[in-house]
């Protein structure tokens, strides 16, 4: 099924094809749990950045590997590549248009340690997309 969503102001927009069931990741980590950002990850080949490309700013903490991107002109985060799935974008639920038709099952992740879940998820990324062309 296709969704959308973007960011607060609309300058950044987004489309995707996800299956009607999903999985979206609850993470604690320091700036998951400030932003209430939840995961729902997208491989690359089936996300479409609409708009925005130029309002994108970026930002690295820790390992470096994530990219988080946030908009401008709004601060909000409405995709960005993550660590734990460099094949993938990480959409956060609370940026979609509307969830209708969408199933989703929600799992924690206990990302203030994030070394030792990511081991027991089984995951090795290290965060390596490009922002995708609008």
């Not at 700036?31 to 729902?40: K, W």
């Not at 491989?43 to 991107?69: C, I, K, M, N, V």
Request: neutral net charge.
């Amino acid at each position: 099924m296709k969704i959308r969503g973007g960011c607060h102001c609309r300058a950044v927009r987004f489309e995707a094809e996800v299956p009607e069931t999903v999985e979206v990741l609850d993470c604690n980590c320091s700036i998951c749990s400030m932003t209430g950002f939840r995961h729902l990850m997208v491989p690359h080949a089936d996300f479409r950045l609409l708009s925005g490309e130029s309002s994108l700013a970026s930002y690295r903490f820790g390992t470096g590997a994530a990219e988080h991107l946030f908009c401008r002109t709004c601060g909000v985060k409405s995709f960005y590549q993550p660590r734990s799935h460099p094949e993938a974008w990480s959409v956060n639920v609370n940026a979609l248009d509307g969830t209708e038709g969408l199933t989703m099952t929600v799992r924690a992740f206990d990302g203030r340690n994030w070394e030792s879940s990511a081991v027991a998820a089984g995951y090795s990324g290290t965060g390596s997309g490009t922002v995708p062309n609008a």
